[in-house]
Nanobody, 114 residues
Framework: VQLQASGGGLVQAGGSLRLSCAAS????????VGWYRQAPGKQRESVAV???????TYADSVKGRFTISRDNTKNTVYLQMNSLKLEDTAVYFC?????????WGQGTLVTVSS
């Protein structure tokens, strides 16, 4: 499965962005999809994950602000980010896990300014 992430950009603190991740070349509907991020000088961390059954988990730092969703008819997963904070600045990556296989998107940069 190939993933193409988009939607990053520059936004002021308190603003919103929606990231998209389009999948192609494989089975999307049954995979677990997730968003991860990596800030400068930090390790990549999980932000939000949705199982193939629709069960979601979120990092404590984004609960109540971010929402992961998927549209299986479009093979796309989304991350709606509201009330953005300076510390949300990072490169955001999407991934999908189907059985033993994991694919990653190329990352999209989100910069939150004061």
């Amino acid at each position: 499965v190939q993933l193409q992430a988009s939607g990053g950009g520059l936004v002021q603190a308190g603003g919103s962005l929606r990231l998209s991740c389009a999948a192609s070349g494989g089975t999307f509907s049954y995979g677990a999809v997730g968003w991860y991020r990596q800030a400068p000088g930090k390790q990549r961390e999980s932000v939000a994950v949705m199982s193939g059954y629709g069960i979601t988990t979120y990092a404590d730092s984004v609960k109540g602000r971010f929402t992961i969703s998927r549209d299986n008819t479009k093979n796309t997963v989304y991350l709606q980010m509201n009330s953005l904070k300076l510390e949300d600045t990072a490169v955001y990556f999407c991934n999908i896990v189907v059985g033993p296989f994991t694919s990653w998107g190329q990352g999209t940069l989100v910069t939150v300014s004061s």
